[in-house]
């Protein structure tokens, strides 16, 4: 059994297995969970009981997850006198799945993002997102019902690498100088330069996941969402690539949307998936305008950001929005929301975000009978209007509950 510095294990349970992208789940396997600061702890308790009643009633006394609270943020300081501790990670990566509410991330003194340094370390290089609407949440759009899509975001390169120089730094000189010199480009001397990779290795991984999905999903599309018109050799050759890695490892059930045409008459044969693009600003007006034409997304960091707040705020379900940081190991899944301290220890707030990534979760270890009542619970309580301040104050005729009378709500309408 694997050793922690301040940790003990559960006694009970065992641990999920991967191997090449196999996974083996036992009857009781044992999830690390990540509380999260502020209104984590309002969340995280209601989603835990919702998930154990699900798993109950789906399954009786055979399954049952064992929880393993693991700490970071603000109990992670009070234990270890440090935010993210070593234990933490160790858990996450020897137990494969886990949990997390949100934290905060410390002011000052050039803290990262501890959501940032999770990721990071654990190299979850692909943010999954899936977007679809609840009937009965109030949503900007006529027609919200038509979004269903799931976006997977890369989340290692571009931009976000963090490979930049500040203004007028020793630094940003040398590299503005270099630049001049060696590659003959010139940039103004008062510029702040950022570096903006992306390499074929990261884009085949990130979008074999997102093909696998859609074919283990029974999606019918994957869109590439670039803006290679522009940046060639970045956005352009993540497009490319994606291509590539669907003919050489799923030439069997992908077709490409020009194929769709030229060779099947725009008539899709069964069991193959369409794989096509879209530049990142038209995507943007037609996640809008033609919504149920999109289903796998995948994109380079930066886009995949805007745009899995966009299609969120499209169905009025950012407050919900629920989301998972994967590598093909380990899988942590996580409330998209901050820990709004205001809320906290209130019973108050949305327990959507979390529930919904937990039911990610349910699905991600093939637990989809408990999934499904979890989703068919939540559809209910909604329809039914009995739902947090957030919501009820965008509804008419809605009941204001509290995050636990929710989640009671749910279990009831299972
Ligand atoms: P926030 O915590 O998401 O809260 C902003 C507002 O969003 C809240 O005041 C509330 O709006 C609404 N909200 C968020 N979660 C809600 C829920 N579950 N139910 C109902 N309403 C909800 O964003 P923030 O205030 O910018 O950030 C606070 C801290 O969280 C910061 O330390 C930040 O770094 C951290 N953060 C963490 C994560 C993460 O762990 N993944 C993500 C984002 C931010 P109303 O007041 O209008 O009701």
């Known amino acids: 059994m694997i050793e922690f510095e301040q940790l003990t294990a559960p006694t009970e349970g065992e641990r999920i297995h991967t191997s090449n992208g196999q996974m083996a789940v036992p009857n009781k396997p044992i999830i690390p969970v990540i509380e999260g600061d502020g209104i984590g702890r309002d969340i995280m308790k209601t989603a835990r009981r919702v998930v154990d009643a699900a798993v109950q009633t789906a399954y009786g006394d055979k399954n049952q997850i064992i929880w393993f609270d693991v700490y970071a943020g603000e109990n992670a300081m009070e234990k270890y006198n440090e935010w993210l501790p070593q234990d933490t990670f160790k858990a996450i990566e020897y137990f494969r799945v886990a949990l997390k509410g949100p934290l905060t991330t410390p002011v000052g003194g050039g803290h990262r993002s501890l959501n940032v340094s999770l990721r990071q370390v654990l190299e979850l290089y692909a943010c999954v997102r ?6 009965g949440v109030p949503a900007p759009v006529t027609h919200p019902e038509k979004m269903d899509v799931v976006i997977f975001r890369e989340n290692t390169e571009d931009v976000y690498a963090g490979i930049e120089w500040e203004q007028g730094t020793p630094e940003v000189k040398k ?3 270099l630049l001049r010199t060696e590659m003959g480009v010139e940039i103004r001397e008062d510029s702040g330069v ?17 093909i696998q999905y859609a074919i283990d999903h029974g999606r019918r599309s994957v869109t590439f969402v670039h803006k290679g018109n522009i940046m060639k050799y970045t956005e352009g050759a993540f497009c490319a690539w ?31 998936i369409i794989v096509n693009d879209r530049i990142a600003d038209s995507m943007l007006q037609q996640i809008l305008t033609r919504t149920d034409e999109y289903d796998v997304i995948a994109t380079p960091n930066l886009n995949g950001d805007y745009l899995s707040d966009a299609a969120a705020a499209q ?6 929005a629920p989301g998972g940081n994967l590598n093909d190991e380990v899988a942590l899944f996580e409330a998209t929301h901050g820990t709004a301290p205001k809320y906290a220890d209130q019973d108050v707030v949305n327990p959507g975000s979390i529930i919904l990534s937990a039911v990610m979760m349910l699905e991600h270890i093939g637990w989809q009978e408990a999934a499904d009542l979890i989703i068919g619970g939540l559809e209910k309580t909604i329809l039914q209007k009995r739902v947090t301040y957030d919501l009820e ?6 009941t204001k509950v509290r995050t636990s009378e929710f989640g009671t709500a749910i279990i009831e309408n299972f």
């Open 242 to 272: 994606g291509y590539e890695l669907a003919k050489e490892e799923f030439a069997d059930t992908t077709i490409t949307e020009a194929e769709l045409y030229s060779d099947y008459d725009g008539n899709l044969p069964e069991g193959k």
């Open 130 to 135: 899936p977007v679809r609407y609840f009937q």
């Open 175 to 177: 590299v503005i100088e």
């Open 315 to 320: 169905v009025g379900g950012i407050g919900m």
């Open 393 to 398: 104050r965008l509804m008419e005729g809605a």
């Open 194 to 210: 950022g570096v903006k990779p992306i390499s074929i290795f990261g884009t085949k991984r990130l979008t074999r996941m997102a």
